[in-house]
């Protein structure tokens, strides 16, 4: 995968600089089971309010399961087909909104489950895999296609697969792996003790 690291303030850990979101997948290079399931596993090790793991996860393979492949990517926007098709795997994120323990609306379900995407994402970078979440795709039609119940909610499609070979990366396509990756400067986002108070570093 080409090496994008983020560019810190500080020393961070690598596999969270080195994490990120390209578009050129190799449609030649399929991800094995075997490599998937680890994805799965370091989700379902995120944390989750009251520990109740209200993410849910679809895999969809094209090498074994072409049709569920397809209808996964008949629900991107048509700038995210641009892309993902060399993808080999799509995985489809879902956050239950009700908590298992007691069937209560629960308003952490998103953020539970943006978690565990992110443990997907990070222990994706470890294995040299490229994942790219987008919330560009239609969740309705995700829904039925899917049968998925009304409690639960679409979150991201993600693509999943290995980067093609950068002398393989053409064009504008090639510009835009390469290009910087940007971000608000530390204290836009960051405060300290109240709101909008910049934390100082
Ligand atoms: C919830 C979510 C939705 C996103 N949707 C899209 C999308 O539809 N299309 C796309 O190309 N990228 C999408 N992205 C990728 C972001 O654009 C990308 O993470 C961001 O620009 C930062 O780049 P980096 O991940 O390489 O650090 C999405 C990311 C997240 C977390």
Not at 60 to 70: A, C, I, L, Q, V
């Amino acid at each position: 995968m080409i090496e994008k690291k983020a560019t810190t303030s500080v020393n961070i850990n690598d596999l969270i600089a080195s994490r990120w979101s390209g578009r050129a997948y190799d449609p030649d290079r399929p991800v094995s089971k075997e490599e998937i399931i680890p994805l799965l596993e370091a989700a379902r090790w995120a944390p989750s309010c009251y520990g109740d793991q209200p993410w849910r996860f679809i895999v969809f393979d094209r090498r074994n399961d072409k049709t569920g492949w397809d209808n996964a990517f008949s629900c991107l926007s048509e700038g995210n087909q641009v892309w993902a098709v060399n993808a080999p795997v799509l995985i489809l994120s879902i956050a239950d909104t009700l908590f298992s323990r007691n069937g209560k609306s629960n308003r952490w379900a998103q953020y539970d489950t943006g978690a565990a995407a992110v443990s997907l994402c990070l222990q994706a970078t470890d294995q040299g895999l490229m994942v790219h979440q987008m919330g560009g795709f239609n969740a309705d039609r995700a829904r039925e296609l899917f049968g998925i119940p009304d409690q639960y909610i679409p979150m991201a499609m993600m693509a999943v697969g290995y980067q093609l070979p950068l002398d393989r990366i053409k064009g504008e396509t090639r510009e835009r792996e390469l290009s910087d990756r940007q971000r608000h400067p530390l204290a836009h986002n960051f405060f300290e003790g109240r709101w909008g108070n910049a934390y100082k570093i």
